[in-house]
């Protein structure tokens, strides 16, 4: 028995770097570098190689070669990388490696010397290990980053959240989200690895607990059988989990590195030095021969997609016969199509009938309250006002009138209908009485509109609209007989603005035109202060004999009739000024101010 030097799902390269530099070591990485989408994958790889080697005294100065040897990655992969960690982000225009460029003393080039920016006050930070960068592929580390800074800071995340923070880079889904199988596949990967215990459940309201190791869990033993195995087994494809397409574009220039070949090349030479492949393809396997018969010919009512071939058409006449999997109904296929008779559906096409079956399935499995029975019966009750003869295609009926749903958002809610009671729906009838009311109320605007155009056109009396050849050769004569009849706004209305308008702008049509009388001025009411009351009111409320019936009389305050007193400084005062009070007469004055006898 021998050990291997790392374990099975890490087949990478696990060396620390240089004289095995950076074995056990982890470096802080920050957080923006893991959760940017605008960087990628591999380059937090190499941003955490790139640190521990900084690390030294003389800091990085591997070349790119040696870098791409130390993580497993490509040479091209690991260019991309310090382009994206040595130019000013997009974002911030932070710089995370800067890099100093090296000669030597007779002009030959250097490898540069690259350094890492010390993080900022404050700045969020993750502890990654070195031979985590190592062991792992880039997407793999980039969700242990994300686990190892969530397990330090205690958040609960789901595999959702997760998703979120992951991106695709290449492909046709560049720049999208991965989905919660793709992250959760990732997740198994990497506790296969070591590197991460799942705890099932064990979480926050039943989320997953996470638990990212510094070193993998265990080596696990070969023996020299299985080595000599694994270095003589064929090269297979790469599986990607995560949806993104395969890095196949990473390969150096052909001038450099002679990548090895799949096909097999016959060593016999034929008509002189020309080498020639073994082209002969093995004989392709009927699907009868596959075990268990399982894309064999089955007992079906539906016909297999090949009709008859119409006659004086070459097209069809030269199609071949269809010979692949022949379609069959699942059970809950077959009780929502009960009410249509097997007659009428062996005459549908088979990719007709696989829309039909793929819309009642997406159907059934979106709405839980949906079964087959409450399908069946809306087919049964859509097909029952309607002849069978007045259908043309019972396929094309069935998908655009017999399946579709028609209703509310209420699940229950079956062509405004409580399934399977039959209850009226309320949110259907309030919304059926709001159309209601809505319609009503147009109908009486257009109404009241056309009446006030049948009164407008009775006052007017204008005669007929001329058409577009009695415009043309009507003279100014006639259109300016018609303004001396009509007016200018009959003329426009007989001839139009295009003949009426250059005449009206005229002196000698002006001058027979009425003067407009200017509209009379009315006096605008006295618009209230509001909190005052007016001062007819005022009046009318207090008494003749009061303070404020008279105007002051001091010479300080001034105050008109009805209103109080104020101070030097425009307050109100709270009782009038004396002089005020001593010209109001008493009741004892009453009598002699108006030359009555008192008895």
Same mark, same amino acid.
């Given at each position: 028995?021998?050990?291997?030097?790392?374990?099975?799902?890490?087949?990478?390269?696990?060396?620390?770097?240089?004289?095995?530099?950076?074995?056990?070591?982890?470096?802080?990485?920050?957080?923006?570098?893991?959760?940017?989408?605008?960087?990628?994958?591999?380059?937090?790889?190499?941003?955490?190689?790139?640190?521990?080697?900084?690390?030294?005294?003389?800091?990085?100065?591997?070349?790119?070669?040696?870098?791409?040897?130390?993580?497993?990655?490509?040479?091209?992969?690991?260019?991309?990388?310090?382009?994206?960690?040595?130019?000013?982000?997009?974002?911030?225009?932070?710089?995370?490696?800067?890099?100093?460029?090296?000669?030597?003393?007779?002009?030959?080039?250097?490898?540069?010397?690259?350094?890492?920016?010390?993080?900022?006050?404050?700045?969020?930070?993750?502890?990654?290990?070195?031979?985590?960068?190592?062991?792992?592929?880039?997407?793999?580390?980039?969700?242990?980053?994300?686990?190892?800074?969530?397990?330090?800071?205690?958040?609960?995340?789901?595999?959702?959240?997760?998703?979120?923070?992951?991106?695709?880079?290449?492909?046709?889904?560049?720049?999208?989200?991965?989905?919660?199988?793709?992250?959760?596949?990732?997740?198994?990967?990497?506790?296969?690895?070591?590197?991460?215990?799942?705890?099932?459940?064990?979480?926050?309201?039943?989320?997953?607990?996470?638990?990212?190791?510094?070193?993998?869990?265990?080596?696990?033993?070969?023996?020299?059988?299985?080595?000599?195995?694994?270095?003589?087994?064929?090269?297979?494809?790469?599986?990607?989990?995560?949806?993104?397409?395969?890095?196949?574009?990473?390969?150096?220039?052909?001038?450099?590195?002679?990548?090895?070949?799949?096909?097999?090349?016959?060593?016999?030479?034929?008509?002189?030095?020309?080498?020639?492949?073994?082209?002969?393809?093995?004989?392709?396997?009927?699907?009868?021969?596959?075990?268990?018969?399982?894309?064999?010919?089955?007992?079906?009512?539906?016909?297999?997609?090949?009709?008859?071939?119409?006659?004086?058409?070459?097209?069809?006449?030269?199609?071949?016969?269809?010979?692949?999997?022949?379609?069959?109904?699942?059970?809950?296929?077959?009780?929502?199509?009960?009410?249509?008779?097997?007659?009428?559906?062996?005459?549908?096409?088979?990719?007709?009938?696989?829309?039909?079956?793929?819309? &009642?399935?997406?159907?059934?499995?979106?709405?839980?309250?949906?079964?087959?029975?409450?399908?069946?019966?809306?087919?049964?009750?859509?097909?029952?006002?309607?002849?069978?003869?007045?259908?043309?295609?019972?396929?094309?009926?069935?998908?655009?009138?017999?399946?579709?749903?028609?209703?509310?958002?209420?699940?229950?809610?079956?062509?405004?209908?409580?399934?399977?009671?039959?209850?009226?729906?309320?949110?259907?009838?309030?919304?059926?009485?709001?159309?209601?009311?809505?319609?009503?109320?147009?109908?009486?605007?257009?109404?009241?509109?056309?009446?006030?155009?049948?009164?407008?056109?009775?006052?007017?009396?204008?005669?007929?609209?001329?058409?577009?050849?009695?415009?043309?050769?009507?003279?100014?004569?006639?259109?300016?007989?018609?303004?001396?009849?009509?007016?200018? &706004?009959?003329?426009?209305?007989?001839?139009?603005?295009?003949?009426?308008?250059?005449?009206?702008?005229?002196?000698?049509?002006?001058?027979?035109?009425?003067?407009?009388?200017?509209?009379?001025?009315?006096?605008?009411?006295?618009?209230?202060?509001?909190?005052?009351?007016?001062?007819?009111?005022?009046?009318?409320?207090?008494?003749?004999?009061?303070?404020?019936?008279?105007?002051?009389?001091?010479?300080?305050?001034?105050?008109?009739?009805?209103?109080?007193?104020?101070?030097?400084?425009?307050?109100?005062?709270?009782?009038?000024?004396?002089?005020?009070?001593?010209?109001?007469?008493?009741?004892?004055?009453?009598?002699?101010?108006?030359?009555?006898?008192?008895?």
């Amino acid at each position: 028995m021998m050990t291997a030097p790392a374990s099975a799902a890490e087949p990478r390269h696990i060396s620390g770097g240089a004289g095995g530099a950076g074995r056990g070591q982890s470096v802080k990485v920050p957080l923006r570098l893991v959760v940017g989408a605008q960087y990628g994958d591999a380059a937090l790889s190499v941003y955490v190689k790139i640190a521990a080697l900084a690390l030294r005294k003389e800091h990085c100065t591997a070349r790119v070669t040696t870098l791409a040897t130390y993580l497993g990655m490509s040479k091209s992969a690991v260019e991309r990388a310090l382009k994206q960690l040595t130019r000013p982000d997009e974002t911030d225009g932070l710089v995370e490696v800067p890099t100093r460029r090296r000669t030597y003393e007779d002009g030959r080039g250097q490898s540069a010397e690259r350094t890492v920016r010390p993080l900022a006050d404050g700045e969020l930070w993750v502890h990654i290990p070195v031979r985590a960068a190592e062991a792992l592929t880039p997407r793999l580390l980039r969700l242990y980053a994300l686990l190892a800074y969530a397990t330090a800071r205690r958040i609960p995340v789901t595999v959702a959240e997760l998703g979120e923070m992951l991106h695709h880079h290449s492909g046709g889904k560049a720049g999208l989200h991965l989905s919660e199988r793709q992250v959760r596949r990732l997740v198994d990967e990497l506790e296969a690895t070591g590197w991460l215990a799942v705890h099932r459940r064990e979480g926050e309201r039943g989320r997953h607990a996470y638990e990212t190791r510094r070193h993998p869990l265990h080596l696990v033993g070969a023996t020299a059988a299985t080595l000599e195995q694994d270095l003589t087994a064929a090269p297979k494809s790469p599986v990607i989990h995560d949806g993104s397409g395969p890095g196949d574009h990473d390969g150096s220039l052909a001038s450099e590195e002679d990548l090895p070949t799949d096909r097999p090349e016959s060593a016999e030479l034929e008509g002189g030095s020309r080498r020639r492949r073994n082209t002969v393809s093995k004989p392709a396997i009927n699907a009868s021969d596959l075990a268990g018969g399982t894309f064999g010919p089955g007992t079906s009512r539906a016909p297999r997609g090949n009709r008859p071939s119409r006659p004086g058409t070459s097209k069809t006449a030269s199609r071949a016969a269809y010979n692949g999997p022949a379609f069959r109904w699942t059970k809950r296929i077959k009780d929502a199509l009960a009410p249509i008779s097997g007659q009428d559906l062996d005459g549908i096409r088979v990719h007709v009938l696989r829309q039909i079956a793929r819309q &009642i399935a997406a159907e059934l499995d979106a709405n839980e309250a949906s079964s087959s029975a409450r399908i069946a019966d809306r087919i049964s009750r859509r097909l029952r006002p309607v002849m069978r003869e007045d259908i043309r295609s019972i396929g094309g009926w069935l998908l655009k009138v017999g399946l579709p749903h028609r209703g509310c958002n209420l699940r229950d809610c079956e062509d405004g209908m409580q399934w399977p009671s039959g209850e009226p729906c309320e949110t259907c009838a309030y919304t059926r009485q709001l159309e209601r009311a809505w319609w009503k109320q147009a109908r009486e605007l257009q109404s009241r509109l056309d009446e006030l155009r049948a009164r407008a056109t009775a006052e007017a009396e204008l005669p007929a609209k001329a058409t577009f050849r009695q415009r043309s050769a009507a003279s100014d004569e006639e259109i300016r007989a018609a303004i001396a009849e009509y007016g200018p &706004i009959g003329a426009l209305h007989i001839y139009g603005q295009l003949r009426v308008g250059p005449l009206l702008r005229t002196t000698d049509v002006q001058g027979q035109l009425p003067a407009p009388t200017a509209p009379a001025r009315t006096q605008l009411a006295e618009r209230p202060i509001p909190g005052r009351m007016p001062d007819t009111v005022r009046a009318d409320v207090r008494p003749t004999g009061h303070a404020l019936a008279v105007a002051c009389p001091n010479p300080a305050c001034r105050a008109p009739a009805g209103h109080a007193c104020t101070t030097p400084r425009g307050r109100r005062r709270h009782t009038p000024h004396e002089a005020r009070t001593d010209a109001i007469p008493t009741a004892a004055s009453y009598p002699a101010a108006s030359g009555e006898d008192t008895v």
